[in-house]
């Protein structure tokens, strides 16, 4: 009987980890922010933008995956939020405080980023992706098109993009269809909206 009942257990232990587990994986937020010094007088808001997203957008259970770019691109931390505040001392480390150079590639980051979400077991990916729309390398149709095919992509907000430069990327993101909105760094609303798991 004892038997029975350490078995039943395990059972009931090895599926409540299955499903943890499960819920873990389920979402992946990517945020990159564009490192170039073409942004170096907007980090705060930049700073601004990604503790609202975490503070509340961000599921419980998520995975937060942090990336910096200019003329490379790199991934500086990958993660669950214990805090906000971790998260904040992070992005102010990593990211506000470090220009690097001129040169703005986002295309490398884009399949840098469809690259890693093609690794991952299902679940649902957002990317917030702080840039101003200037490009320095090559046109960014292939890596839209990566991101686009990327499973498991539920939404790509890009903000920080000025006015006379939101048409131009709007084209270039057709590809991702109504997955994707281009905003400034202030009209935050409709990109947390899309942003939302709910």
Avoid at 32 to 44: F, H, L, Q
Avoid at 49 to 69: C, D, G, H, K
Avoid at 170 to 191: F, H, K, Y
Wanted: charged share 20%; aromatic share 4%; proline share 4%.
């Amino acid at each position: 009987m004892q038997r029975h009942i350490r078995i039943g257990l395990a059972v009931v232990l090895l599926l409540m980890l299955s499903l943890v587990t499960g819920c873990r994986d389920s979402t992946t937020c990517y945020v990159a922010v564009d490192v170039s010094g073409s942004m170096s007088g907007r980090r705060e808001a930049c700073l601004k933008l990604i503790y609202m997203l975490v503070q509340y957008e961000l599921p419980p259970n998520a995975t937060l995956s942090l990336w910096r770019f200019a003329q490379q691109s790199e991934k500086i931390w990958e993660g669950n939020v214990v805090s906000v505040d971790q998260i904040v001392d992070i992005v102010r480390r990593q990211l506000i405080a470090s220009t690097h150079g001129v040169g703005t590639y986002p295309g490398s980051l884009l399949e840098g980023i469809a690259e890693d979400m093609g690794r991952r077991s299902g679940g649902a990916c957002g990317l917030l992706l702080i840039w101003d729309g200037e490009n320095s390398g090559p046109a960014l149709d292939t890596a839209i098109g990566s991101l686009a095919a990327a499973e498991g992509l539920r939404a790509v907000w890009v903000a920080g993009v000025p006015a006379a430069e939101r048409l131009n990327v709007e084209r270039q993101l057709v590809p991702l269809g109504n997955r994707a909105v281009v905003t400034g760094l202030e009209d935050s609303q409709t990109g947390l909206s899309l942003m939302s798991p709910n």
